[in-house]
């Protein structure tokens, strides 16, 4: 499966990304009274969802980017850092949306849905046995 994405990976990770990181800003924007809750436990099992999307699509496209190679043996860092850091804009920036607030519940569960997705891809590494390939200075394209 990860060769087959990594060979698509225009349409099939950095476009949906593209698309994805966009939407979630654009669904974390609307105010709250607009839209109804998708699960009866409240937003929480929402934010582990969106948030575990982002991560397996970030992780995804840092593992099949071809132009750092550092970034790219320390994906689950670098993916890490970038979802965890978009949590907290986000949460921050819900305060100014009506209906909306800043909750560290909220980016605690974005928390845990960044390291299921972590975990999901790389037991997927695991199982198919993908190797990252070592990239060469000088010879990215």
């Not at 994805?20 to 009866?40: D, K, N, R």
């Not at 928390?111 to 999901?120: D, E, R, S, W």
Request: hydrophobic share 50%; net charge neutral; with cysteine.
């Amino acid at each position: 499966m990860l060769k087959f994405l990594e060979k698509h990976k225009v349409v099939l990770v950095f476009l949906p990304l593209i698309i994805y990181w966009p939407a979630l800003f654009i669904g974390t924007s609307i105010p709250v009274q607009s839209i109804p809750s998708i699960f009866e436990f409240g937003d929480k099992l929402e934010h582990i969802a969106a948030y575990g999307g982002l991560s397996i699509l970030l992780n995804l496209a840092i593992i099949f980017q071809d132009r750092y190679g550092n970034i790219k043996i320390k994906h689950n860092l670098f993916a890490f850092i970038a979802a965890a850091c978009y949590g907290i804009l986000d949460e921050i920036h819900q305060i100014f949306i009506p209906g909306r607030s800043c909750e560290l519940l909220d980016f605690a569960a974005d928390l845990i849905g960044i390291i299921i997705g972590l975990i999901f891809i790389n037991l997927i590494m695991k199982i198919e046995n993908y190797r990252l390939e070592k990239i060469q200075p000088g010879l990215h394209t």
